[in-house]
């Protein structure tokens, strides 16, 4: 693709990088084939080289977004399909996030929508706020039908019915190996997890050190930053960003990490491109170390001995997050450790597209979201699954809120097979318990 850039626009690393990025493009049009919501919308626009296109001009001639730029941005799920099936390697991660950062800096939106954004990116990194939200949304389902705003109603119905107790494990400590040492690693405990489902933190810590590992938890770590990221407040998850790097990196130099465990995907993702987000930043040499050592939880397990043929006679639907199979193009390895240990695996149809959580989305794009919700869970049951194991969070609870099957990540059905408790998400009355809000 052509650019005219100016040498002064030049001068700017994002414009330089973004430049690259765009004449990388050929217009070949392959992306459109395996993009959720031009498949939903049928829309050129809505799709990866239609979004490209508008970016182009934007960047290009420095002018203030306009609404309909800026909407079919936003509609974009940051699913990354698209950098999977494009044969000329373009880096659209990057692009569409610079994209967002300059409309967030560029663009008024109208009150409704900054007053949501605003919201998002005040509750949804801290659990203690997360957990608030959640009990006032808890309240609020009686009255959601009465509520005009659509993502305002997403937000309410969104929410589990019963919140997990606090989690004492994901408080700053260390967890020793139960066999022999073979790494020390570092289990980053996430945000919006801790309030929704403490149970993947706790069978990680268990899994992994069955297997070998000391498993330390970090003082100083939250947020990755993704969700403030992918909402183009680039201060925002800069700031939390930074303060996971140095917490890592404290433990990096004090006791050494063979890896950094993300159970997460979404978080992965971010968190493998921090060298990127650092770049020329006083703490890039820092962020390159943190993302090097950076390792999905599968990524982890492949690299110990799991054992094998432990697990119950269970038909297990293996739901690819995107953030996994095309943010960090890990495709084969979860289902592969499904299998070893016992269980039968299945994949539905069209397991490239997206489930439709894709961090906010599923609040800001209800609509569509919803759409694509409909779409995975149907060719999920096509499949006559026992259960559903996914890798990420937002993907369990986008999916769970409709699936007529327990939805679990897959490392609780490792730590079953391995000598675990049955995953409570198994059993569909689940007991119900005092739920302690405030840690």
């Not at 810590?205 to 498993?215: A, F, N």
């Not at 259960?387 to 059905?413: D, F, K, R, Y």
Request: glycine residues 8%.
């Amino acid at each position: 693709m052509r650019t005219e850039f100016t040498e002064a626009q030049l001068q700017d690393p994002a414009i330089q990088h973004s430049n690259k990025i765009l004449r990388s493009c050929v217009h070949c049009g392959f992306c459109t084939a395996t993009c959720p919501t031009y498949q939903v919308l049928g829309d050129e626009l809505d799709s990866p080289r239609g979004r490209i296109y508008l970016i182009k001009d934007m960047l290009e001639t420095g002018r203030m977004p306009d609404a309909k730029t800026v909407g079919h941005i936003d509609r974009c799920l940051s699913c990354l399909a698209c950098m999977s099936t494009c044969p000329s390697g373009v880096h659209y991660m990057h692009l569409v996030d610079h994209a967002r950062n300059y409309i967030e800096e560029n663009y008024k939106r109208p009150i409704g929508e900054r007053l949501l954004r605003w919201v998002l990116a005040r509750i949804l990194p801290y659990p203690t706020r997360f957990r608030l939200a959640l009990l006032g949304a808890k309240i609020a389902r009686p009255f959601v039908k009465l509520i005009p705003d659509k993502r305002l109603r997403a937000m309410i119905e969104m929410a589990p019915k019963q919140v997990p107790p606090v989690s004492r494990n994901d408080d700053p400590q260390s967890f020793g190996p139960l066999s022999e040492r073979k790494m020390r690693v570092a289990l980053m405990t996430g945000c919006a997890q801790r309030a929704l489902d403490t149970d993947i933190n706790d069978a990680t810590i268990r899994l992994l050190t069955r297997l070998g590992c000391e498993v330390v938890i970090p003082d100083g770590q939250g947020c990755c930053g993704a969700l403030t990221h992918h909402m183009g407040k680039q201060n925002e998850s800069h700031a939390t960003a930074e303060r996971n790097i140095k917490a890592w990196c404290t433990e990096i130099d004090d006791g050494g990490l063979d890896a950094i465990v993300i159970n997460t995907s979404g978080c992965g993702t971010t968190v493998k491109d921090y060298g990127h987000m650092f770049a020329g930043h006083a703490l890039e040499a820092d962020a390159k170390r943190v993302s090097r050592i950076a390792k999905d939880v599968s990524e982890v397990l492949k690299a110990l001995d799991l054992p094998q043929g432990g697990a119950p006679e269970l038909v297990v639907a293996y739901h690819a997050a995107c953030s996994l199979q095309h943010g960090q193009q890990i495709k084969s390895a979860p289902k592969d450790l499904l299998r070893t240990a016992g269980f039968t695996v299945v994949e539905p149809k069209d397991s490239h597209l997206c489930c439709g959580s894709a961090g906010t989305y599923n609040l800001m794009q209800p609509e569509i979201s919803s759409e694509l919700k409909d779409r995975k869970v149907q060719t999920l049951m096509e499949k006559q699954p026992d259960v559903i194991a996914a890798g990420n969070i937002g993907c369990m609870m986008q999916i769970g809120s409709s699936a007529p099957v327990p939805v679990v990540h897959t490392v609780e059905l490792l730590d079953w097979a391995t000598g675990g408790p049955r995953p409570a998400k198994m059993d569909c009355a689940r007991e119900k318990r005092e739920i302690p809000i405030l840690r």
